[in-house]
């Protein structure tokens, strides 16, 4: 069976840029093309040269793409020539192998955003793509608006892109801009539009996410014989967002009735690469990565429920829609308070602990974790905290050190220099070996800033564990993560925390308490223990 | 035309409680089912009573609905009669109108996840749907994995839900547990169940996001024929979340080809109140609510794009699907233009202050809320803080009084019982008309349990005002919520305080440091500065 073709189209360095907040530069740009061109996307939509600096500085400076690098602009304006328009002149003289150019193909917004008739309006398409394709560059025409337009005048909104199609564009993309169109009109237009001539393999879908249905929007052009999709990694664009190529990739290749159907640039290599270039995106845009994002999410193959999660241990595919290792994702099961006894056996071999299915600690310990949860603890996302709890109740943790009483001072006051200052104050004593120690640290930073409470108490928490010293010296903390919940009829404050040490570990734990700094404190500690318990040596501690 | 009467059935409750890091505690699933009921949902899934503490405590405790509330269960094992199972009688006990069960309809879920015989399963499904209709309740029988089971054995997979329909289920509602069943398959297989003769008055559809299709797949049932539609507020839920009915509610209400055709509970009135309680529901989670979410989203209509926020100016229809004031949300345009500017004037004639369009202070008041939002302040709900800036800007704040400094002690050690407490004590000094006043307090309550520094903080700053005290005497905190966010290159601590009077008036300050300590100090001087504000005779201040 002969493949058909389809071709992916990216947009995040253009309508991604959109996305409230977000502004690439240059040097980001030239990242994301190089991580898009590895994955195998078809074309790679840079920005618009000439509309901002950063657009014209990243044509410039573009790496050598296998996908076509393409540049961005709008169709001519009325009263001048396509060769006279120095905005489109700007568009080509980024010097890209494509152009894809944006014009309006709604009647409304050629009468009321651009106040011209609607045969100069296909006249302008017409000459734009015709000046593109004499210069030799492959040339796309994005057909603005053309569902709304479709549905409000189909003649006109077909006369438009058949302008563009008859002048030699090598892609007519049909655009829902508003992203108002649902998938089931999407699908119906686009069959109409091939059986109005224009063959599906000239037709792209551009979709936006104003109801949650950019991606079905997309398949059901696909479905209805369009073959270049558009979209942008992790869904950024415009409002909602676009079409968002991260879900559309693995459905598209590992989805029935798709999977196997189409030639594509994407390799199976590439597919399990896919997790980590969502997360390398949002690492470059300082986002916090979406959990629950399909396939790529820190939860799209977490299985939280009791009942799923002992199904899965039986087999995977009860639960799973797909092996996340094709998309370089993992399997997660999460301790909760809905959790079975064959899941917290799980989570236990995780932590290296392996607990014979009837020993009388597994019931304490869930007993002891529900307990927990209700005074407003979370497992979830506190593993090391989860471990430690559950070391105890196994009798496997050594009590390394004991905390005899701590201090912490806050005071803002005038500096000598008549402005107002903070800075924090931490004592902790400790008894270590028999052996009480005091250690003091204060809240300033190495810049002069006072980093807070929490981080003077890290500090002398830290800075003498006599024997258990050395094993603590490379950890720190990472993140800090701050809620209040209810802890029976009160509410308390819960503390996450994330700390990581040089061998790249990377542990959370959790503290609780009405008092913020009393929770912290417990969570630091909590992150200290676990540390000494991975350090093989320093586990020949003093017995509980 | 008559409308059919289409069922909106919630269960963030329960699937939305599946969401990695969500636990609910009672008191908040009682106010997350009142906002349920106030905007018009069918019926409310609370939970598994009998599964987790929490849940059980929740049915005790629920309000009185409008709402059919429904407890959630599975069927019968084997071996038992429904009479005798316990887990299936703990559900019961709940005593709700309405009670959901989840049951197999895949026949390799039936043999290797339960281990029993096909006609075991159909056996279990009919006689705990006789059961629960025999105690006239209202059954719902939720067919779990039904795609994928009907992909494989269509026949067996409809055997299983005739079951329940001949027992008396009213609902039948096929679920995509896995979520990996695309929108035109759930269509086609819907569409095949009512041809089997289930009919589609007595469907339901439940969805899962794991293709990013939810909403869709929900949408290619309703219009295969299913009459009640699942999901959850927000799209909270397993693994990458339910149909979100957040986005499904206003499609269905608004959009072609659903506006009008359906009956449901909810009013024009409730629907303008959605974004409300989108955005109370991440409030009670403390989570950031997600900008780009459809309709709700605090980006669904920002118009970043120079071509796009002009064409709005003209006309808001060339951009924008739907007015999103249908919704309770609105209109974003960058702060930089014309009407960045009138929205400002807006949001300042909301607080009392009729400001000119071309005072010079408001550029000045744009820029400094664009530079503390770069420090990681928000004012979106921070009303009261951003009227104190606005009006200091105005020169509108009297300076009340002056805060020299303070010290914040907190101290864990040993009590004479040789038992661990903590301690917080605060010590504020602050200026009133001339007069130095120092005030002491501790963070002890009424019954002897430590609240923290904050709440030291909080009374000792509101102890000795001077000829202030009378007004800020009724005032008291009412909420905390503190959030770890980025300002500038490094991570702060954003808190955000909410405060009532006596008189019903309910306020919120925001407060920004690395110290978290210092970020609720300046929160809490906000919130006393804005009732001192709104205090007639005490606005006869000092000079600034």
Known sequence: MTRERLFLYDT????????????????????????LDQLGIDYIEGGWPGANPTDSAFFDAAPPTRATMTA????????????????????????TNAVCIVGKTHDFHVETALGITLDENTENIAQSIAHITAQEREAIFDAEHF????????????DAIRAAHDAGARWIVLCDTNGGALPTEIGRITSEVIAAGIPGERLGIHTHNDTE??????????????????????????????????????TLLLKEPY????????????LAGLTQISRQLDDILNRIPMRQAP???????????????????????????????????????????????????????????????DDPALPRILERIKEREDQGYTYDSAQASFELLARDELGLLPAF??????????????????????????????????????????????????????????????????????????????????????????????????????????????GVSANIVDASFDALLDAINWKLVREGDAAQAQPA
């Open 213 to 250: 249905s950019a991606v079905a929007g997309a398949l059901a052009a696909v479905d209805a014989g369009a073959r270049q999709v558009q979209g942008t990694l992790n869904g950024l664009g415009e409002r909602c967002g676009n079409a968002n190529l991260t879900t559309l990739i693995p």
């Open 72 to 95: 961005f602009g709008m169709t001519k304006r009325t009263g001048r020539s396509a060769e006279n328009d120095d905005v489109l002149a700007a568009v080509l003289n980024a010097g």
């Open 259 to 270: 999977a196997g159907r189409f030639e594509t640039g994407i390799t199976r290599d590439a």
């Open 12 to 35: 995040t360095l253009r309508d991604g840029q959109q996305t409230q907040g977000v502004s690439f530069s240059t040097p980001e740009k030239i990242r994301i093309s190089r991580a």
């Open 295 to 357: 396939y790529v999410g820190a939860s799209a193959f977490a299985h939280k429920a009791g009942l799923h999660a002992s199904a899965i241990l039986k087999d995977p595919a009860t639960y799973e829609h797909i092996d996340p290792a094709l998309v370089g994702n993992a399997r997660v099961i999460p301790m909760s308070n809905q959790a079975g006894q064959s899941n917290l056996r799980r989570r236990l071999a995780e932590a290296g602990l392996e607990v014979a299915r």
């Open 147 to 158: 569902f709304d337009g479709y549905r409000a005048n189909p003649a006109y909104a077909l």
């Open 401 to 510: 050190f004991e905390v005899k009483r701590y201090k912490v001072t806050v005071e803002r006051r005038k500096n000598k220099y008549d402005r107002m200052v903070s800075l924090s104050e931490a004592v902790v004593v400790v008894k270590v070996d028999g052996e009480k120690k005091l250690s003091v640290s204060e809240s300033m930073d190495e810049s002069g800033s006072d980093r807070g409470p929490v981080n003077a108490l890290a500090k002398a928490l830290a800075k003498d564990l006599g024997r258990y010293q050395g094993a603590v010296e490379d950890m720190h903390l990472v993140d800090f993560k701050v809620r209040i919940t209810q802890g029976g009829t009160e509410a308390v404050t819960r503390v996450i925390i994330d700390s990581e040490d040089r061998q790249g570990r990377r542990w959370s734990t959790v």
